[in-house]
């Protein structure tokens, strides 16, 4: 039983088969430190989805299923250049820290190769009726990816134009 986060050929593990690198930004930004826990508490629930999808779907695929991080954390001018949501004010002007999750590490837009959207979607919410995934809040559905991220309101969005 390994205890996380490791290095493994010079990466930091967060998960079994998920490494900090690949929450970091397009444009180069890394996760900032202040970050860290939050990215490794949502790669610890995406571990979990993904071991589910494999049981459930490697025979039928053929191969073990294959998750990637499309995009993790994000820096605020990365994420006003791809139109995230951004930081609000509240009705009394003072900023509130909502917005995209990206821009604190607590989201992640994820593909599953050989998984159409709205399967692993309705995984999502399966695993999620049945006690687990419990810090995942927030689920977008869009062509070709789903967004999770973590929230304590739950939130979801479809975005399929298919």
Known sequence: MHTYPL???????????????????????TVPEQYFWNTFAIATELQELRNHLNAKYSV?????????????????????????????????????????????????????????????????KALQATGHLKHIGGIGVYDTFIHLDARTVPAFWDERTR
């Open 7 to 29: 290095q493994a050929h010079g990466r930091t593990q967060l998960a079994t088969n998920f490494y900090l690198d690949e929450w970091n930004c397009k444009d180069g930004t």
């Open 60 to 124: 039928m695929l053929g191969r073990a299923v294959t998750t990637t991080i499309n995009s993790g954390y994000r820096s605020t001018s990365y994420n006003k250049s791809v139109g995230g949501v951004r930081e609000r004010r509240s009705f009394t002007g003072r900023l509130k820290r909502i917005g995209s999750r990206h821009l604190y590490g607590q989201a992640a837009d994820i593909s599953v190769d050989g998984l159409d959207t709205s399967v692993v979607y309705l995984e999502v």
